[in-house]
């Protein structure tokens, strides 16, 4: 069983950054693959970008040049740093952890972008 708990959202002017955090819980984070999501109102949930117990990230068109994927595995922390912040990026994100057993979730954290 692994839980997720995601902080740093808020409201941000747009060309603003914001830093969200996800803790997680569970010895067998190491092996998971991490990733950010998102889902703006009225929207699916879309990959933002994701990162390897290894190291290897991988980022949707949308934020590739704006967001950093980073984990700390000594830590059980996954970060999602985002710069150039525009409206569009305004969404609930979410954290989730892939795993052989299943895939898990945390609850989302708001992020508003004002133009």
């Known amino acids: 069983q692994v839980q997720l708990v995601e902080s740093g959202g808020g409201l941000v002017q747009a060309g603003g950054s914001l830093r969200l955090s996800c803790a997680a819980s569970?010895?067998?984070?190491?092996?998971?693959?991490m990733g950010w999501y998102r889902q703006a109102p009225g929207k699916q949930r879309e990959s933002v970008a994701h990162?390897?117990?290894?190291?290897?990230?991988n980022y949707a068109d949308s934020v590739k040049g704006r967001f950093t994927i980073s984990r700390d595995n000594a830590k059980n922390m996954v970060y999602l740093q985002m710069n150039s912040l525009k409206p569009e990026d305004t969404a609930v994100y979410y954290c989730?952890?892939?795993?052989?057993?299943?895939?898990?979730w945390g609850q989302g954290t708001q992020v508003t972008v004002s133009s």
């Open positions: 569970g010895s067998i984070f190491r092996v998971a693959v």
């Open positions: 990162v390897a117990s290894g190291g290897t990230t």
């Open positions: 989730k952890a892939v795993l052989p057993g299943g895939n898990y």
